[in-house]
């Protein structure tokens, strides 16, 4: 059967196919992202369907499997995102803005490793000798790093299998071709298919890869959603370019929870782990200033503490500026909308401006109250006493709602030097408040507010 070339459009973001051309994609909203791709798609399903063979089979006694070995990659924030370390076989996308620091990162579990095992550090961006200096700076240096300047995955794959890594890093998934596909390294159908045979290559010869891909928001190449079911982890490093904060987060994984997050400070000889982050978040916290007010969020296991700060003004708009910075803008509108009606505090004139110092993102709920309070305190241009830290869920009533590892919370911020906790009356109940030298208050409506200040 003759193959006949079809043209068709796929979503550079989230690799949504049509057969029309949008400006914005039906699927995730984004502008600008759909391209022009060319596939023998026709050539393609008739040979599928004209394959014949059964699959084999194996009963699940006797498949062998290596009881979660993991390794680990030096970097202890890295290995506890990933849930323990990195699974042999498993395919690791990470993820991150141009400069966000991902082969910095790399080349840091590359000189950890390597004094054990032997890595292939395949590199279609930058050459041998840009590596080495970046090396250089790192402080890498090991015979046990193998580099391969190759953009082509077939060359890619035979230098894995000539080689046998323990560890094989791609960078970036972006720059790497497949042959006979016609379309130019990073658009959807060469990402995806270089994503697919570098699986495939990884499951065949038990070799972990580690594939990073370059988040692009303008959308001239494919981003790393497109690829994102076709791996086993998917981590992000975020961060913004001007600081030195870098979040390392897991957005799926096969091999452990999606809710440990990795905190590094990013300085010239590379990425380093925070052992506190908290200290790091309140550095220069402007606590004495009306509108701010520090809370404590969980990520993932740990409580990390953070200043979110709010200015209201009168606003010159027929509708209210609402903005929220680190923090949902849903939430957001949810909590003045609450403070209105429940609290009695008015601000449907006003502007609503919300931030969390430090670049930080809080998905937390536990923050409600501090976002609530910090509005308030602005509101009321009144200072919330130095010391203070605050946290509690608020429910659509007004309601203090109890929060959990309310326990781990109080007892960071004690560590920390702080001296009253604001906190849900509930989870207050079922602490053991003689155990602190904190002061502990707490309330169970939105109304108790002022008790903040
Ligand atoms: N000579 C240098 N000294 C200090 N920091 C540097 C130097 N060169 C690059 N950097 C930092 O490294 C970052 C680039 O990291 P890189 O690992 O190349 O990012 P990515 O691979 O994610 O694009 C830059 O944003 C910069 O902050
Ligand atoms: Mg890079
Ligand atoms: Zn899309």
Request: charged share 20%.
């Amino acid at each position: 059967m003759a193959s006949k070339t079809t043209v068709y459009y796929v979503c550079t973001n989230c690799g949504a196919q049509s057969t029309k051309w949008y400006g914005r994609c039906p699927e995730c909203g984004e502008w600008n992202t759909l391209q022009e791709e060319q596939t023998e798609r026709k050539a393609v399903s008739k040979k599928a369907s004209s394959h014949s063979a059964s699959a084999k089979t194996v009963s699940l006694d006797e498949v062998s499997y290596d009881s979660d070995i993991r390794y680990s990659t030096g970097i202890e924030e890295f290995d506890r995102v990933l849930g323990g370390g990195i699974v042999g076989g498993s395919v690791i996308l990470l993820g991150g803005e141009p400069g966000a620091g991902k082969s910095t990162l790399l080349l840091q579990i590359c000189g950890n490793v390597c004094d054990k095992a032997r890595v292939l550090y395949v590199s279609g961006e930058e050459s041998s000798s840009q590596i080495k200096i970046r090396a250089k700076r790192l402080g890498v240096d090991t015979p046990n790093l193998l580099i391969a300047n190759e953009t082509d995955i077939t060359s890619v794959i035979n230098t894995v299998r000539e080689h046998r890594p323990d560890l094989c890093i791609i960078d970036s998934i972006q720059t790497m071709e497949v042959d006979g596909i016609p379309s130019s390294a990073g658009s959807v159908a060469q990402v995806r298919e270089s994503a697919s045979a570098l699986t495939k290559c990884a499951k065949a010869e038990g070799i972990p890869f580690i594939i990073v891909g370059h988040v692009n928001k303008d959308g001239a190449i494919a981003g790393p959603k497109v690829m994102e079911h076709i791996v086993d982890t998917v981590l992000y490093l975020e961060g913004d370019r001007y600081l030195a904060l870098r979040i390392l987060r897991s957005a799926k994984n096969r091999y452990g929870s999606t809710n440990e997050i990795g905190m590094f400070d990013m300085t010239d000889k590379g990425l380093f782990g925070i052992a506190n982050p908290s200290m790091l978040l309140l550095e220069g916290a402007s606590t004495d200033a009306p509108g701010s007010c520090v809370t404590c969020a969980m990520e993932g296991t740990r409580p990390i503490m953070a200043e979110i700060q709010a200015l209201t003004t009168k606003s010159s708009f027929s509708v209210p500026r609402r903005t929220a910075d680190g923090l949902d803008f849903n939430r957001a509108n949810l909590l003045i909308a609450v403070l209105e009606k429940r609290g009695g505090y008015m601000l449907s004139a006003l502007d609503v401006y919300l931030n969390v110092i430090g670049g930080l993102n809080i998905g937390d709920t536990a923050s409600d109250l501090a976002v609530a309070a910090s509005i308030v305190s602005s509101l009321l241009d009144k200072t919330i006493p130095a010391g203070t830290v605050v946290f509690g869920e608020i429910g659509l009533g007004g309601e203090i709602r109890t929060v959990t590892d309310a326990v781990k919370r109080v007892s960071e911020a004690e560590k920390l030097g702080f001296t009253r906790c604001v906190l849900p009356a509930g989870s207050l109940k079922k602490m053991d408040a003689t155990q602190y030298s904190m002061e502990l208050i707490g309330i169970s409506n939105i109304k108790d507010i002022k008790k903040v200040f």
